[in-house]
Structures are given as C-alpha cells and as structure tokens.
C-alpha cells in the first residue's frame, strides 16, 4: 500500500503531500511551499519572526539582537522537544539563482497542545493551538499567510482534532481580517491589568471549527 496521500486545495491550485511513514508534510504552489521547519531553518525563522514582531527603529535598534537570542532560543527549545503534537512549519520560495538550488525561509507557523489559560488547568482544558504566524515583509500579500493557517487545519483533522485556537491583538486588524476571512470567529476577550492601566490593545480568543 502507498504510504503516500496526495489532496488538492482546488482554491489554491496547491498540492498537499502527506507521509503517513515519517510524518512529512509539504504543500506546494507554484510560488512557495510549505514544510515542517529543522534545525538548519532555525536562524532564518528566527530573522522572520523578529522582523515580524519587533522594531529597528530608535532605541528599539539597541535591544532588537537580544530579542532576536531570545526568539533564537525558544524556538530552538521547541524544535528539539520532540513533543508528538507540536509542529512548526516553514514556508519556502526558490531564490533567484537556480544553480546554487538554495531555498529562502519566507514565513512561518506553529500548532501544537496548550492550556486555554495561564495558570494551572485541568487536561481536559487543553486545546489545539496556533502560534507565531510570521512572513517576511518582502513577501507579503501573496497568500503566504493564509496558506500556512489552512496547512495547519490540514494537520489538525489529520491529528484528530475538530477545532483550532489562535489569539489575535485587537489593533492588529490586517490578521483579524485574514482570520475572519477563513472562519475564524470571536470566542472572548481576554482581559488584563496592562489593557486597563496601559492602555494595551486587548487580544482576542478566537476559535474555527473544522470541517469533518
């Protein structure tokens, strides 16, 4: 019996390859790809996820190499942990130079288990949950991010699971659309001290269920 499983996102045009064998994921586009992120990706995930979610600018320009160690770190940390259902996938593009074959590190997700809330919870509040979507500014606005959170429900119906989580800051409104776009919908508003001393963007809980 092949241990391969080929589906196509018919939307997309995008083929999605599944190894039953050794938990291999890749989708494909004629544009970029997406696969399950290795160690060898960890620097170039880690520019990405810096650029996304931190500053150059001003005195933010002296403390952006200690942020990006810091991402370093815990990413590397959950590359390494083994955990069966934890995933962090990268979206790849060709370079402009074919001889050298090389791969560019475009954009990037993580899903895995987590509890719904801080503080210690009983197993059965434990959910699946979206993390750290990222893409380069250089390669925005060409599906990149939209294609790594349906990749995810990929994963998740085939791990056996019928919803997916994600939070989102309310003044982050280009993400709040792209998630209303694919079915994301308002689950609650988290509350906390920073939002009412410092005035703080809330962050939204938001959940999709998945088709079956």
């Keep these: 019996m092949n241990d391969t499983l080929t ?30 992120a290795n160690s060898g ?48 996938l990268t ?3 060709a370079t402009e130079q074919p001889m050298h074959n090389k791969e560019v590190v475009i954009g990037t997700i993580e899903i895995g288990m987590r509890s719904r809330y801080p503080w210690p919870v009983t197993t059965g509040e434990h959910i699946l949950y979206i ?3 990222a ?6 606005r060409l599906g990149v991010g939209r294609q790594l959170l349906l990749s995810c429900e990929s994963i998740a119906q085939q791990w056996g699971y019928s919803e997916l989580y994600l939070h989102v800051l309310e003044n982050n409104h280009q993400a709040r659309q792209l998630y ?11 509350w906390s001290w920073n939002t009412v001393l410092f ?8 959940r999709k269920p998945l088709q079956k």
């Design 41 to 88: 990706d960890l620097m170039a995930l880690t520019e990405v996820l810096t650029l996304s979610f931190h500053s150059r600018e001003g005195i933010l320009a002296w403390v952006y190499p200690i942020l990006r160690l810091g991402i370093y770190e815990d990413l590397r940390q959950r590359l390494a942990s083994g955990s069966p259902r934890y995933l962090c």
């Design 135 to 140: 893409v380069h500014p250089q390669y925005r």
């Design 91 to 93: 979206a790849v593009a």
């Design 199 to 206: 005035r703080q963007p809330r962050r939204f809980f938001l």
């Design 131 to 133: 993390s750290n979507l």
């Design 180 to 190: 209303r776009n694919i079915g994301y919908q308002l689950q609650e508003v988290d």
């Design 7 to 36: 589906t196509v996102n018919s939307f997309f045009w995008t083929s999605i390859v599944h190894s039953q064998q050794n938990e291999e994921w890749q989708f494909c586009s004629s544009q970029f790809k997406i696969r399950r």
